[in-house]
């Protein structure tokens, strides 16, 4: 996979061209989903790639608080295993997926709204699942729509890698440390392209000179500033291995002491680098 190159070129699709993915571009797809890696392999995860339009039609799908449906005529219904941690493994394991869509030209969006009773009986969600989430896929039209008005909505800013890392401590700048580190700094830029729900980044990083501790910003109202934790950490995941490192994922439970983490911010996990 053409790592960065799928990360600086994917957006959020809100439209499609209504063309359907051949047979043989659905077989790929189907074989991307079976051949990823797990955040938390403790945690199983189903994920159910839905190929018949009308189908998905049915499943209600949409962003804008369900206010805008969307005309994907394909969709990946991620459904997990109920137990702690279940979605930031779900994020991780999917923004693999989508990467590797969009390497092979496929478009996608991270859908938080659907027919939640609908998809349950679809796909036979099982008393110890929930469904997370639903990646609509398919061809982008060619739309102001999907390029223009999104940058005239700044919905593709990202915060200063100084905003989101911190070195050691959470009131330390880390600026002196990527001036020495390019790697890591490289690491970081990819890993604050990635998406989350209303762009809000809630995720931060506490780096040493071989740990990245994650944090994400608690929200009542939704749980996917969790799903966004899990997108981000594959970001890092993946860029770490692109930039020739070998890193060890550790999900603890057990929250770090001595960082003067915010109240508002929850412990998910460490890479080890």
Same mark, same amino acid.
């Given at each position: 996979?053409?790592?960065?190159?799928? #990360?600086?070129?994917?957006?959020?699709?809100?439209?499609?061209?209504?063309?359907?993915?051949? *047979?043989?571009? /659905?077989?790929?797809?189907?074989?991307?989903?079976?051949?990823?890696? *797990?955040?938390?392999?403790?945690?199983?995860?189903?994920?159910?790639?839905?190929?018949? *339009?009308?189908?998905?039609? @049915?499943?209600? #799908?949409?962003?804008?608080?369900?206010?805008?449906?969307?005309?994907?005529?394909?969709?990946?219904?991620?459904?997990?295993?109920?137990?702690?941690?279940?979605?930031?493994?779900?994020?991780?394991?999917?923004?693999?997926?989508?990467?590797? /869509?969009?390497?092979?030209?496929?478009?996608?969006?991270? /859908?938080? @709204?659907?027919?939640?009773?609908?998809?349950?009986?679809?796909?036979?969600?099982?008393?110890?699942?929930?469904?997370?989430?639903? $990646?609509? +896929?398919?061809?982008?039209?060619?739309?102001?729509?999907?390029?223009?008005?999104?940058? +005239?909505?700044?919905?593709?800013?990202?915060?200063?890698?100084?905003? #989101?890392?911190?070195?050691?401590?959470?009131?330390?700048?880390?600026? @002196?440390?990527? +001036?020495?580190?390019?790697?890591?700094?490289?690491?970081?830029?990819?890993?604050?392209?990635?998406?989350?729900?209303?762009?809000?980044?809630?995720?931060?990083?506490?780096?040493?000179?071989?740990?990245?501790?994650?944090?994400?910003?608690?929200?009542?109202?939704?749980?996917?500033?969790?799903?966004?934790?899990?997108?981000?950490?594959?970001?890092?995941? +993946?860029?770490?291995?692109?930039?020739?490192?070998?890193? @060890?994922?550790? $999900?603890?439970?057990?929250?770090?002491?001595?960082?003067?983490?915010?109240?508002?911010? $929850?412990?998910?996990?460490?890479?080890?680098?």
């Amino acid at each position: 996979m053409n790592l960065y190159n799928a #990360i600086t070129n994917r957006v959020s699709t809100r439209k499609y061209s209504g063309q359907q993915l051949s *047979p043989k571009i /659905l077989q790929k797809v189907k074989l991307i989903l079976q051949g990823l890696k *797990p955040l938390n392999s403790n945690i199983s995860v189903r994920l159910e790639l839905i190929t018949e *339009p009308q189908i998905v039609k @049915t499943t209600g #799908i949409g962003f804008m608080g369900g206010m805008i449906k969307n005309n994907a005529p394909h969709c990946i219904i991620g459904i997990t295993e109920s137990k702690d941690g279940c979605m930031e493994n779900i994020g991780f394991v999917l923004e693999q997926a989508i990467l590797e /869509l969009q390497n092979e030209g496929i478009s996608t969006c991270w /859908l938080g @709204t659907y027919n939640k009773e609908k998809i349950k009986s679809i796909c036979k969600v099982n008393g110890n699942e929930e469904i997370a989430i639903v $990646i609509a +896929l398919g061809y982008a039209e060619k739309s102001f729509y999907n390029n223009g008005m999104r940058k +005239l909505l700044s919905t593709t800013k990202r915060k200063d890698i100084r905003e #989101i890392c911190f070195y050691k401590d959470w009131e330390n700048d880390c600026s @002196t440390y990527l +001036l020495k580190e390019s790697s890591i700094k490289k690491i970081l830029y990819m890993s604050s392209l990635a998406p989350s729900a209303d762009n809000g980044q809630p995720v931060r990083v506490i780096i040493d000179d071989s740990n990245a501790l994650f944090f994400t910003k608690i929200n009542k109202k939704s749980e996917c500033y969790k799903i966004d934790a899990g997108i981000f950490i594959a970001h890092f995941y +993946l860029s770490c291995i692109e930039e020739g490192r070998k890193p @060890t994922i550790c $999900i603890d439970q057990e929250e770090p002491k001595n960082y003067n983490i915010p109240d508002n911010y $929850i412990y998910i996990g460490l890479i080890r680098y």
